[in-house]
């Protein structure tokens, strides 16, 4: 998805580009020098496991304070169902509990923006890309999320880093499947 949206999105133009995903799983993608960095490992993008609070959950990952285990919509509505007492809660219920006001919910959604904002922030400051999509299916709760991710980006972004610019972009389901053809095309034609 981040070559497909370096080629014809957002990243037209730019030689330092990231996308960041938000959702069931927190992830990201960073081009540079004009090329996507898959990393000696395949692992280069892996902010979903960025610890971003020592005292945070366990991630599946079996570190701490992931990114991911605080912010992906599993950790949302566990954090939701926990706080509130209501194990029958699914994530719509989530949500709409923290859209009419219910302190715990919206603290949920509060402290997983939070941690994507820093998480954001961590990958800006290492990077320098020229501006980074946010995209996702965890998109539909930007509403909730939103404020939160820009005042954590902007609170830790290190000086001049902080000019990147955070661009929201929905993209419809169908992108993967052309992600994966815009990875073909690429090892046909190299």
């Known amino acids: 998805m981040t070559v497909t949206e370096h080629w014809f999105g957002e990243g037209i133009g730019t030689e330092y580009f990231a996308l960041v995903t938000?959702?069931?799983?927190?992830?990201?993608?960073?081009v540079i020098n004009d090329q996507?960095?898959?990393?000696?490992?395949?692992?280069?993008?892996?902010?979903?496991?960025?610890?971003?609070?020592?005292?945070?959950?366990?991630?599946?990952?079996?570190?701490?304070?992931?990114?991911?285990?605080?912010?992906s919509t599993k950790a949302i509505l566990d954090s939701v169902r926990r706080d509130t007492g209501r194990s029958d809660l699914d994530f719509d219920g989530a949500v709409r509990l923290a859209r009419e006001g219910d302190r715990a919910a919206w603290g949920a959604f509060a402290r997983a923006g939070h941690a994507i904002g820093?998480?954001?922030?961590?990958?800006?400051?290492?990077?320098?890309p020229e501006?980074?999509?946010?995209?996702?299916?965890?998109?539909?709760?930007y509403d909730l999320l939103?404020?939160?991710?820009?005042?954590?980006?902007?609170?830790?972004?290190?000086?001049?880093?902080?000019?990147?610019?955070?661009?929201?972009?929905?993209?419809?389901?169908?992108?993967?499947?052309?992600s994966a053809a815009?990875?073909?095309?690429q090892a046909l034609f190299p």
């Open 131 to 141: 501006r980074v999509v946010v995209t996702g299916e965890g998109l539909d709760t």
């Open 22 to 30: 938000i959702g069931a799983g927190i992830g990201s993608g960073i």
């Open 182 to 185: 815009v990875i073909g095309i």
């Open 118 to 128: 820093v998480g954001i922030a961590n990958l800006v400051n290492l990077v320098g």
């Open 36 to 71: 996507l960095v898959a990393g000696a490992y395949g692992v280069a993008g892996e902010m979903g496991h960025i610890s971003v609070d020592p005292a945070g959950p366990r991630c599946h990952c079996g570190t701490v304070g992931c990114v991911e285990a605080i912010a």
């Open 146 to 178: 939103g404020v939160h991710i820009t005042e954590a980006y902007a609170a830790h972004c290190f000086k001049a880093a902080a000019r990147c610019p955070l661009v929201l972009r929905p993209l419809p389901w169908e992108v993967w499947a052309r």
